[in-house]
């Protein structure tokens, strides 16, 4: 058996690290639950009764022509498309109301381009002046006209697109709106690369009529689901950073060092993919083509770099193991970028496989082993959902509050606070017998690091859109 070295850090300041570290995710949990809880309640009921849906049947035609905007342009012949939403129907990743199918549910399956929606709407008399809260979810992107006129969109649409996330857009009536009857057109765009699904495409929600003020406090009120709804994807990157800082916190007396440094590698990788997530909903700082470009290729890099952070966890690692997850890393990469899901779902199994051994090898007499595996469970559960979890039957997003929260967002919200108190509790020394391995990082350490990141860098960079 192995014997473990004191670590820098006595028990003492170990017990306050550990409750100082439950203490931060028992409270960042309960503000998160608690902006879950207000952005998951429906729109006051006095705002709806002041506004108007505007749903029901609009005028559609697929294609693009710039005087399809304008209120004189004859659509009688166009064809209907119903959007009246089902009771309760909200979409299946945040919980946004008035959910309705897209185009391609509509008899135009696998249509992608530029589509017109017309309507009629009469605008109350008054002193009133008026907002038309935009809809809250678009395929990919899409301009409102009044009359002819633009009033603004959602990401940039024309000669050179720019898809952003769709996000609450509120947009001023002309003055002289109120008591008359003016024509609504949405020009909407689907990107031709996106993958799609059966009910993809244009709107899949009615932009709503409201007088001021009572469409500011809808447009609050939609952005407050729409913040809450991904909420835990700025949440948990900046706890992984934080994780980050507490491995070099631990790093100068820390005989875990190979692990440390794989493991700061994949947690910086997971941030930047949930983080992706926050910023093509609330800005437009990340387009949808960057968007694609993350979740396409930061899985395989991640899973490689746990598998070599937990291949250190005991004693030196198997080198077979590092060679192993290199080249799983690459295969996984090329069957993102040629979307071969045979080489995909090959890689993505390998791996497991890989870190089972791993586990195996931790069990058998690794340091802080029922913490260690715990950990490597809950991380594998989180990368792997997917392939560990989807059998069982839980769903993917659940709604406990109205807003949509991701079984891998439950699962980080464990995973990171283990991975932490694992970190602090983690021995100087693995053991005597593999100090001078452990101790520091060894030329072989710092081999697979070179190549992990030359190779995972090199292949990105070279290689194709992934959605061409």
Do not use: C
Request: glycine residues 10%; aromatic residues 10%.
């Amino acid at each position: 058996m192995s014997t473990s070295m004191p670590s820098t850090a006595t028990p003492t300041v170990q017990t306050r690290l550990i409750v100082g570290i439950v203490v931060a995710a028992l409270a960042v949990l309960a503000l998160v639950i608690a902006d879950l809880a207000s952005g998951g309640r429906p729109d006051p009921p006095a705002l709806r009764a002041a506004a108007t849906l505007l749903d029901g049947p609009w005028r559609f035609h697929t294609g693009d022509d710039p005087h399809w905007a304008d209120a004189e342009t004859d659509d009688s012949a166009w064809e209907r498309i119903d959007l009246t939403p089902k009771p309760g129907s909200h979409d299946g990743d945040v919980g946004l109301p008035d959910y309705v199918d897209g185009w391609m549910a509509h008899g135009h399956a696998g249509y992608r381009g530029y589509a017109w929606y017309r309507r009629t709407v009469a605008v109350p008399a008054g002193p009133a002046t008026w907002d038309i809260l935009g809809p809250s979810l678009v395929d990919h992107g899409y301009e409102l006209y009044w009359n002819g006129r633009l009033l603004g969109g959602s990401g940039r649409i024309g000669s050179s697109p720019r898809l952003v996330g769709t996000r609450p857009l509120r947009f001023a009536l002309p003055a002289d709106a109120a008591g008359a009857i003016g024509v609504i057109a949405v020009r909407a765009y689907m990107s031709p690369k996106s993958k799609g699904n059966p009910t993809a495409g244009g709107m899949h929600s009615a932009p709503i009529l409201a007088p001021r003020p009572v469409g500011e406090a809808l447009h609050s009120a939609h952005w407050q689901r729409t913040i809450a709804g991904y909420i835990a994807d700025a949440v948990e990157p900046a706890a992984m950073v934080a994780l980050i800082g507490l491995m070099l916190w631990r790093w100068p007396s820390s005989g875990q060092k190979g692990f440390l440094i794989f493991a700061g590698v994949a947690l910086a990788l997971t941030a930047a993919r949930r983080l992706s997530n926050a910023l093509a909903s609330w800005t437009d700082l990340e387009d949808l083509t960057a968007y694609a470009w993350m979740a396409t290729w930061m899985s395989a890099p991640t899973v490689a770099a746990w598998t070599l952070a937990w291949n250190r966890w005991r004693g030196p690692p198997w080198r077979w193991i590092d060679a192993a997850a290199v080249v799983l890393a690459v295969v996984g990469m090329i069957g993102a970028g040629r979307h071969a899901a045979g080489l995909t779902s090959f890689s993505r199994f390998a791996s497991i496989a890989l870190l089972v051994v791993i586990g195996a090898r931790i069990a058998r007499d690794g340091p802080l082993r029922s913490l260690a595996l715990v950990t490597l469970a809950a991380i594998m559960a989180g990368v792997f959902g997917g392939e560990l979890l989807d059998w069982t039957g839980l769903p993917g997003i659940w709604f406990p509050l109205g807003i949509g929260v991701s079984r891998t967002q439950y699962i980080y919200a464990l995973a990171i606070p283990l991975l932490a108190i694992l970190i602090v509790r983690a021995p100087m020394r693995a053991g005597e017998r593999h100090q001078e391995s452990t101790e520091n990082l060894t030329s072989w350490d710092f081999d697979v690091l070179v190549l992990f990141m030359s190779g995972a860098g090199s292949y990105i960079l070279d290689g194709t859109d992934p959605r061409a």
